[in-house]
């Protein structure tokens, strides 16, 4: 079973548990499931994707823009957070070029 099946199962559970008037059975259900869909975004941001480059024209031909594959938050190659591990607004991990 993957996590998104255990999601879905749990969202079923919580309705069934719902049209037979069991609502506290209803409310647990879907906790379990907001709780599956957190630890399955942090797994994501765990793994490390590729930074998207970008060129301003003037550069000479210098990367000089980043963006984060899950936000698009912007990274300019002169800041301090070029290169850095984690984006530093959601939290992804990050792979640079060498
Ligand atoms: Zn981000």
Not at 13 to 38: M, S, V, Y
Not at 56 to 61: A, F, I
Not at 86 to 96: I, T
Request: hydrophobic share 25%.
């Amino acid at each position: 079973m993957t996590i998104d099946e255990a999601i879905k199962r749990y969202n079923n559970n919580a309705e069934h548990e719902r049209t037979h008037g069991n609502l506290q059975g209803c409310l647990e259900f879907k906790q379990l499931a907001e709780w599956l869909k957190e630890l399955k975004n942090l797994k994501e941001k765990d793994e490390s994707k590729e930074v998207r480059y970008e060129y301003e024209g003037y550069s000479y031909g210098k990367l000089d823009m980043a963006f984060c594959p899950s936000c698009e938050h912007i990274i300019e190659a002169d800041s301090e957070n070029w290169g850095c591990e984690f984006c530093p607004n959601c939290g992804q991990k990050l792979r640079w070029e060498e």
